[in-house]
């Protein structure tokens, strides 16, 4: 089938999986990619793999009133796209999310059938970690609540929603009306893998540095030991400068930290490869990509048992979960780096259930089903 894939995605997993799936749907049907941000390229180039790219300038993610205006003009622009989309003779539209406006409005005025995959609703800025002090969030929060509407009419456009796990799928279902398809992401195996490098005494933290992200946590975990691992983060942009705050937070806990900021996929599972375990504390994170790279390179994860996280790593067998409390997870860290036996087991198992469960091959599958619900789907309404 001739497939239009349209995104406008930050760096970041949101970024990964929209290259894996068009790499994978690529093999099978014509892709072509429509976008409107060329920085969105700058990280894993979409365009180096589809058959042909449709540049459509469009606005950058504002803050502020900047929300709001920024909209008119992405609404503007992904009309203009849905005309070229509706005019070329595509059998699908394959959607991914938006840096303004979360769902894009183009689902509104495609007259084909269209795939959203749906990673997280708006209404999850709206959850108190998100929360900034001061009457500027009180209005922020007003804005917010105004686009999360927005955010709600577009995505039920959508011939089909689909969503990357069974706590998204109730999300979505509570925020937007609609029970969206679990749909899973794929981890290249091919690429995160055991190196049998050597290990050094070292906690990896992987992601935005946000209050979202529990950065702050992991320092404060940490903090409660005797003897203190250092951390090691790997981020992709800073949070209005939240790495100054978890250096002050870190050295007023004696707590050794060290930063890495955008490197390259081989640097990355190097990282995962040479740490002894990885912690992942982000907030209800809907899914989380870096738990299943930790495992698939043999490195056992410690988490907090909350939101995406409880689907992926199994208390005891790849990895340990506890509670958001630092001293229980401290606990945890401690288990780990102080039994070798234990992260090698738990690591053989992690990159094991990978491989079994989340498999790119198993998510091409997912994605090829839903691509032929979603042009059934769209038969049924017209």
């Given amino acids: 089938m001739k497939i239009a894939f349209i995104h406008n995605l930050p760096s970041g997993g949101g970024k990964r999986s929209a290259f894996e799936f068009v790499k994978g749907m690529t093999n099978k049907h014509k892709v072509d990619l429509f976008y409107m941000d060329p920085t969105s390229e700058e990280y894993l180039d979409l365009r180096t793999l589809v058959d042909r790219t449709i540049f459509v300038p469009g606005p950058?993610?504002?803050?502020?009133?900047?929300?709001?205006?920024?909209?008119?003009?992405?609404?503007?622009?992904?009309?203009?796209?849905?005309?070229?989309?509706n005019d070329g003779g595509y059998d699908l539209a394959f959607v991914m999310q938006c840096k303004v406006c979360n769902t894009p409005f183009v689902l509104n005025y495609l007259k084909i059938p269209s795939l959203y995959y749906f990673a997280e609703p708006l209404a999850r800025c709206l959850e108190p970690h998100f929360w900034e002090k001061g009457w500027s969030s009180f209005f922020k929060i007003q804005i917010i609540k105004f686009r999360v509407l927005i955010d709600r009419i577009n995505a039920r456009h959508a011939s089909l929603i689909c969503a990357n796990s069974l706590y998204?799928?109730?999300?979505?279902?509570?925020?937007?009306?609609?029970?969206?398809?679990f749909c899973r992401l794929g981890i290249d195996l091919n690429l995160f893998q055991p190196k049998q490098l050597k290990r050094e005494p070292t906690i990896l933290s992987v992601g935005f540095l946000s209050p979202s992200k529990g950065q702050d946590f992991l320092i404060e975990s940490v903090a409660t030991l005797k003897e203190r691992p250092?951390?090691?983060?790997?981020?992709?942009?800073?949070?209005?400068?939240?790495?100054?705050?978890l250096q002050k937070l870190a050295e007023d806990n004696s707590v050794s930290i060290s930063f890495k900021q955008m490197v390259g996929d081989d640097d990355l599972v190097k990282a995962y490869n040479s740490s002894t375990i990885v912690a992942f504390v982000s907030k209800l994170e809907p899914f989380g990509f870096v738990p299943l790279e930790a495992m698939a390179c043999g490195t056992p994860v410690?988490?907090?048992?909350?939101?995406?996280?409880?689907?992926?790593?199994?208390h005891g067998e790849n990895g340990l979960l506890t509670e958001r409390d630092p001293v229980k997870f401290g606990k945890a860290i401690q288990a780990l780096m102080?039994?070798?036996?234990?992260?090698?087991a738990m690591g053989k198992n992690g990159h094991q259930y990978v491989a079994e469960n989340w498999s790119l091959e198993k998510s091409n599958a997912d994605i090829e089903r839903n691509l032929h619900l979603a042009i059934q789907n769209g038969v049924d309404v017209n």
């Avoid at 998204?168 to 398809?181: D, H, L, Q």
């Avoid at 250092?230 to 705050?245: L, M, P």
């Avoid at 410690?302 to 199994?314: L, Q």
């Fill in 230 to 245: 250092a951390i090691s983060f790997i981020y992709n942009s800073d949070h209005n400068n939240y790495k100054s705050y």
């Fill in 168 to 181: 998204s799928v109730e999300n979505i279902y509570r925020f937007i009306g609609v029970y969206p398809n």
């Fill in 338 to 344: 102080s039994d070798e036996s234990l992260r090698e």
């Fill in 60 to 85: 950058s993610a504002k803050g502020g009133l900047g929300m709001l205006t920024s909209l008119i003009a992405a609404r503007k622009t992904y009309k203009e796209i849905a005309k070229q989309i």
């Fill in 302 to 314: 410690v988490g907090v048992a909350e939101a995406g996280i409880r689907e992926t790593v199994k």
